[in-house]
C-alpha cells in the first residue's frame, strides 16, 4: 500500500485537518454528519488525490458518479473508507494510506455534493436500515414499497432516485419541513355532512384529489365542499432513532430506486 504525497496545498490540507481532528471525532460518536470544516478540508484531499482519475466533477470513472452519489457496489461510509483504503475495480483504483481524518473529510466532501458549504449526512448499513425499517423505525407502519406496504403516506420505492441523503435526514428528524406541500394532510367536510381526512395527492382551481384514511381515492369538487383543511404540520413524528441508526435508514432508503 502507498502513501500519496501531497504536492502544493499540503500545508494547507494539514493545518487544516489539524485543527479539526479533535472536534470530528467527538461530532461524529453523537452527531449526523459531518462538520463544515471537514467537508472544506476534504475538498483540499480530494483535489490532491482523487480527481486525476475522477475529474473535477466525480463523474470521469465508467457507471460512477460521485457528486451524485452513483457508486458500483459501495452504500455505506464504511465502503467508502474500504474502497479508498485497499482499492477496488480490479485493480483500476489504487489504494491511498490516508489517515483517519484525511478519510473523513474527503468522504464528507463526496457526501456533501462537492459542495463545500453543503451538508454530508452520515451513510451507514442498509441492511440494518431496512430491518429498523420494517421493525423499530415504524416506517412499514405508513409507507408503501415496492407494492407492499399500506397507502396512507408517500410511496418510497423511488425514494433513494429522487430524493437525496441530506434530505432525506431531514424529512426523519423534521418531517413537517421536508413534506412536500402536495403530500400535506387534508381535512375535508362536504356539503352532505361526511368529514374526510387523507393525503392530498393533486390539486387544481376546481378539484382536489386525495386518498383517504381508508385509502381510497377520492377526487371532490370544491363547490361542493363547506370546509376544506390543509395541514401545514405532518402526520409522522420525528424519529427518535439513535444517530447510528438514522445513518443505516437513510442508507437503506438511498437504495430505493424503483423497480
Known amino acids: 500500500m502507498q502513501r500519496f504525497k501531497f504536492a502544493s496545498g499540503s500545508s494547507a490540507v494539514f493545518w487544516v485537518l489539524l485543527c479539526i481532528s479533535q472536534q470530528t471525532i467527538a461530532q461524529e460518536m453523537g452527531d449526523h454528519q459531518f462538520t463544515s470544516a471537514q467537508i472544506e478540508a476534504g475538498s483540499l484531499v480530494y483535489t490532491q488525490v482523487c480527481a486525476l482519475c475522477h475529474g473535477p466533477q466525480g463523474d470521469l470513472a ?37 489517515s483517519p481524518e484525511e478519510l473523513n473529510a474527503v468522504i464528507a466532501y463526496i457526501r456533501a455534493g462537492f459542495d463545500p458549504e453543503g451538508v454530508a449526512v452520515r451513510i451507514g448499513d442498509p441492511g440494518r436500515g431496512m430491518a429498523l425499517f420494517d421493525g423499530a423505525g415504524n416506517c412499514a407502519h405508513c409507507h408503501r414499497v415496492n407494492g407492499r406496504g399500506p397507502r396512507t403516506a408517500p410511496d418510497l420505492s423511488d425514494i433513494g432516485a429522487i430524493r437525496t441523503p441530506a434530505t432525506l435526514q431531514l424529512a426523519l428528524l423534521d418531517p413537517a419541513s421536508a413534506m412536500r406541500p402536495i ?8 356539503d352532505d355532512g361526511e368529514t374526510i381526512t387523507g393525503r392530498r395527492l393533486n390539486e387544481d382551481t376546481y378539484t382536489v384529489q ?10 371532490l369538487v370544491k363547490a361542493d365542499l363547506i370546509s376544506y383543511e390543509v395541514s401545514q404540520t405532518s ?14 435508514l437513510v442508507s437503506y432508503l438511498l437504495t430505493l430506486r424503483g423497480l
Open 62 to 98: 465508467d457507471s460512477v458518479n460521485l457528486r451524485l452519489g452513483q457508486f458500483r457496489s459501495v452504500r455505506s461510509d464504511e465502503d467508502l473508507r474500504r474502497v479508498i483504503a485497499e482499492g477496488g475495480a480490479d485493480g483500476r483504483m489504487p489504494a491511498f494510506q490516508l
Open 183 to 190: 403530500n400535506r394532510p387534508v381535512r375535508i367536510v362536504t
Open 210 to 219: 386525495l386518498i383517504d384514511s381508508r385509502e381510497q381515492l377520492r377526487s
Open 235 to 248: 402526520t409522522m413524528a420525528p424519529s427518535t432513532l439513535s444517530s447510528d441508526e438514522i445513518a443505516d
